[in-house]
């Protein structure tokens, strides 16, 4: 099984313009990320995809691979979908590693990599139990249900699944929540399909990309991790990380 590892990187953030090249311990951000992918030696190739020449440059100068994909695209899937469908090279799987998460573990590729070995899964994602009640009824956290198969049921930013018969702050002691964490795999021949798939409405009402592939029928897996995601979203999350 091939798989290629893609980073996609916009420079223009909201809450954070330019985040992919802030300086942590002495590296960009983006280094960080790249050079974790490498070093996991789980990719036939790595890949930085962005539509900034500021990111290009820095990417070039500490020796990555780059490629410039269209500024209008509305998600990472979609960056991750036109450097497949310009490579020459065939792959069997893409891994979208999110250019904000210098700290992502090894295990957490392997884990990913691992659902297209031992799963049918077209898709493939990430999920960390939760621990802290704030967290399950926080919107900002999205959670998932998973079926026994480790196929995922449902994501909401609401907790999921209700617990009718105790108190909101008592949810955790009858029940076990997970988060997503959103770093996806997917099989190459899906990714070209889901590209061209409309906005779905459960996508539009949660805004979550990945209802759409729910609600279109595509398979989705999910492996459970042990290490929580560390994105850097704001100027406030990097000073915290320093």
């Known amino acids: 099984m091939k798989v290629i590892a893609i980073i996609p990187a916009r420079y223009a953030s909201t809450r954070f313009p330019g985040k992919p090249l802030v300086d942590i311990q002495g590296k960009p951000m983006i280094q960080h990320v790249f ?34 994909t269209n500024p209008d695209h509305q998600s990472g899937t ?7 469908n310009s490579l020459p090279d065939t792959y069997d799987v ?7 998460e210098p700290f992502i573990h090894k295990s957490q590729l392997e884990d990913l990599v691992q659902l297209f070995k031992t799963t049918p899964a077209e898709i493939g994602t990430l999920k960390k139990e939760l621990n802290n009640i704030e967290d ?3 919107k900002n956290v999205v959670k998932v249900v998973a079926g026994i198969d480790k196929r995922a049921l449902y994501f909401s930013r609401n907790p999921i699944p209700f617990v009718r018969d105790a108190e909101k702050l008592d949810w955790l002691n009858n029940q076990k929540f997970y988060k997503h964490l959103g770093l ?34 595509y398979q989705v897996f999910i492996s459970e991790t042990e290490h929580e995601s560390i994105g850097i979203d704001t100027p406030e999350d990097l000073e915290k990380i320093k």
């Open 184 to 217: 996806y795999g997917y099989k190459v021949s899906v990714l070209k399909e889901l590209v061209k798939l409309p906005a779905s409405d459960l996508e539009k009402s949660e805004n979550l990309e990945q209802l759409r592939w729910l609600e279109n029928g």
């Open 35 to 68: 050079e974790k992918a490498v070093h996991s030696g789980l990719f036939e190739k790595v890949i930085v995809a962005t539509d900034d020449d500021r990111i290009k440059n820095t990417v070039l100068a500490f020796g990555g691979e780059v490629a410039m």
């Open 136 to 138: 399950v009824h926080n």
């Open 78 to 84: 979609d960056r991750c979908g036109e450097v497949v």
């Open 94 to 100: 893409v891994i979208n590693i999110q250019g904000d």
